[in-house]
């Protein structure tokens, strides 16, 4: 007794193309899978021309401009919401999962926000609420922690999980482009939004990193709680001199469980050793790399946005709760794990190395005041170097990489130093993460 | 009701032991992502010496000499099979799902010889038959694969799996040690076996490659019909030129869906760029990177081989089955898809780039005329670069990089050079994956 299982998809944009074209053109793939055909039955978006896409490719879809009808279909198994946001896509989510339908959702915005509500309302339902696509595209980031690494303790995580970020410092690197000239080159070439501020600040690898953090930890923790710093004041000089240094200038989300149980959080720009498996994922590749107490590193790159890569990620979601759902199986529970609140380390708190640019005046004694400086305040020198500053006559750079030091206390000298007369410009600062 | 889901191990090595190590130290974290508690309640081996360190963490563990008790217990819910080897292997599977229990295996050799005969059992059963570990240890290659990428068309899958060949190659490149030395080193440091002729020959990894390949491409291929070559014959001069012309040499398995339908299948040391994610691949660590029509590049790196590892990839298997099972699901089939037999390229018809070391007569013209043999067969030379062989007064050394030649054209040509003056040993061949 066949049946089939039936997908409504709300939001054709982008990847809502992409969905629609791997539904249809791997139809007989995907149906051999699932055991069943897998069949799109409804189509919602705003834009009739985005429907007209959809009709052209085939016209026995039904094609609705309100995505709040496809919910309530009986003819529709499965709700896919790509319409993103957080208020409407909540409202959807919802009423989907009242209607008893599963649901797949791309939504990381929505996710960090009120992933633990909406877990809630699945598993009263005896729904699924899938979302491998929400963290990292095409790389199976939740599907690795959540299944493959089950039976272990998650030690910690740590991805470069913002596409753009990365095509953007990649540009940099690669081509000696300015930040402001790769972020013209990365929004030509598709790979950055028109508005791309969440992206570039961090905002939408701290979404991503919050879910990670619910999964690996069982910690929930909003967005806005972590320390977070976008990738625009990193300068072509940092990464020259982080590359003679002998790294590279990645843009990662870290999430680590620390020896007194708090958890160590964090979005921000880092200078990673070349060696590194995270150093070679370059331009609009990302990558997450896990430690695990038992199973040690763990490393997954791939595409981590664009229409195909992100499709395949949400049908691969359909397929499995299709498959679920053939099965007569109520529901393979997967809620987000909460251990409740953690405590979040203070960016003070933080212990690393760090990388540091002073742009000061061409004088005799500088570097020794300046080192000086930094020694009283505990501060140890790994490395440094003295250029003479291209274009300003009589300034001087100086980087310098430091030993292990606590934040806090790093930027007290810091503020220190650059209010005296040492310092032409404030002094510039990249954490290491090794 | 709460129920709880019972174990029976079958074999006590190193990977059994360390499945008793994760399910007894993670107790409490498995519990809580199964939904039910998850209990060791059984464990076979021969060697009572093993058993007995397994009643030293837990004595409430029944302890039997004969795994075919395990599979008949009324206690048992899910065999775990870590006996190894096929004949005793494939009988004691067939008696558990014969007895209507879950099956976990690692046995790479038992699934790539019967593997169809056996998912056709436990189907019949209604039973699962996991086997992560299989295949390079603790990558999720076969859930990434079966799961995560079911939406797309697999394009090609290369992978670095098998420990001990890479270990030797690492430690050949990186401490300039011979073969011999740096397999003894292996063996010492325990990532090789007393016997490690499967390893060395390819034949482990052409076992993991049979089931990547049923997996990805739905092909039913015995190992034995994959063009195999160990890592025996790699010499020190190799990795230097390789390096120099901007490779490492690592050993690979390739399984290939080429534009005729034919499936490209092989194992053997290649020469990798340096760019390469697979070139950064070093030690003890094993890669799988998977090329999908829609999804693009996807890469997974972790250790290959060790207890810990592989143990929680079986341990993660156990956690699926019993969430099946909690969820009354009869069973999520997934056995291994089969478009039947298929063709299998020889490996003569290979068009590659291949590298070439000729030791040759340091003689004057002796390039001209090796060169001008090569070209006559229509094969074209890249690179080349010519030494005095170390050593060997009298003899020189040719190292080349050809540009992409059929390999039987390429072997004729060898073998019509081998046989003249010019060469005073065999030529040596590694092929170039890129």
Chains 1, 2 share one sequence.
């Not at 979302?131 to 303790?153: M, T, W």
């Not at 930040?179 to 701290?206: M, R, S, V, W, Y």
């Not at 000086?372 to 001087?396: C, F, P, Y």
Request: charged share 20%.
């Amino acid at each position: 007794m066949e049946r089939e299982i039936r997908v409504g998809l709300c939001g054709c944009g982008v990847i809502g193309e992409g969905v629609v074209t791997t539904l249809l053109q791997h139809a007989d793939i995907i149906g051999k899978r699932v055991g069943a055909p897998l069949r799109l039955a409804a189509v919602a978006d705003k834009d009739s021309a985005r429907l007209d896409i959809v009709r052209a490719q085939d016209p026995s879809i039904s094609l609705i401009d309100d995505a709040f009808e496809i919910v309530t279909r009986d003819d529709v198994d499965v709700v896919v919401e790509l319409i993103g946001g957080v208020e409407v896509a909540d409202r959807l989510v919802r009423a989907a999962l009242d209607a008893k339908k599963h649901v797949v959702t791309a939504n990381k915005a929505l996710l960090a926000d009120r992933g633990g509500a909406l877990f809630a309302l699945a598993e009263a339902n005896g729904c699924d609420l899938y979302f491998e696509a929400a963290v990292a595209g095409s790389i199976p980031a939740i599907r690795v922690i959540r299944e493959s690494l089950a039976a272990d303790r998650i030690l910690s995580v740590r991805g470069i999980i913002n596409g753009t970020s990365n095509y953007i410092l990649s540009s940099m690197a690669n081509d000696g482009a300015a930040f402001d000239d790769a972020l013209k080159a990365a929004q030509q070439a598709g790979f950055a939004e028109a508005n791309p501020t969440l992206d570039i600040t961090g905002g939408d690898a701290g979404h991503k990193l919050a879910i990670l953090a619910a999964l690996a930890f069982g910690a929930r923790v909003r967005p806005g709680e972590i320390p977070t710093e976008g990738i625009e004041n990193v300068d072509p000089r940092d990464i020259q001199y982080a590359r003679n240094f002998g790294y590279v200038i990645r843009p990662l989300a870290v999430a680590e469980r620390l020896e007194t149980g708090a958890l160590d959080l964090r979005v921000h720009p880092a200078l990673v050793p070349v060696r590194d498996p995270l150093a070679h994922v370059d331009g609009a590749l990302n990558a997450v790399a896990i430690q695990g107490a038992m199973v040690g590193p763990s490393f997954l790159a791939g595409l981590g946005a664009g229409a195909a890569p992100t499709a395949v990620s949400v049908v691969g979601d359909i397929i499995d709760i299709a498959k679920n759902a053939l099965a007569g199986a109520p529901v393979r529970t997967w809620s987000l794990p909460s251990d409740g609140a953690p405590e979040i380390q203070a960016i003070a708190d933080l212990s690393s190395r760090y990388y540091l640019r002073f742009s000061v005046r061409d004088e005799s004694g500088v570097l020794a005041t300046l080192s000086g400086k930094l020694g009283n305040s505990g501060i140890s020198i790994e490395k440094m170097v003295q250029d003479a500053a291209t274009g300003d006559a009589g300034a001087a750079s100086i980087a310098m990489l430091t030993h292990h030091a606590r934040e806090g206390d790093l930027r007290d000298s810091l503020h220190a130093i650059d209010n005296t007369h040492l310092t032409t410009a404030p002094t510039h600062l990249i954490r290491i993460v090794e």
